[in-house]
């Protein structure tokens, strides 16, 4: 994969660039903890895509350091999501992103006219390292 880069995108936004291509696989999860922790995100990094949810729903996971990876799921539809090289969170202020809120994610549409859409999705907690395991159940 691709370095990942990030940058400020129309004052509250914040714009995460990756170089994922369609056919690179999603990152394996070993856990998720669920507790509740927060981070700046300024320290965003960049993002990846990740394996669905038990019920499919669309999760991508979003780097904050070398060894910090955050998982959020989209709650609801997300039709761009899958094609985006780019992201941004819609921050409205705020200057952290915690487990359990919602948030919102836009993603360029690929229908011009249409410019971004804005896709809810839901911080499930930080991933945990390969050889610290938990249950798929504690994420959903």
Known sequence: MNPQSIALFAAPALLLAACTQASQPPQDIAGVDTGRQCFFSSRISGYTSAPNGPNGEKRLIVRTGPREEWLFEVVGSCIDLNFANRIAFDLRGSTSLCTGNRETLLVPSNIASRGMDRCQVR????????????TEEDAG
Request: aromatic residues 0%; hydrophobic residues 40%; proline residues 8%.
């Open 123 to 134: 911080m499930l907690g930080k991933l945990l390292p390969q050889g610290e395991a938990t």
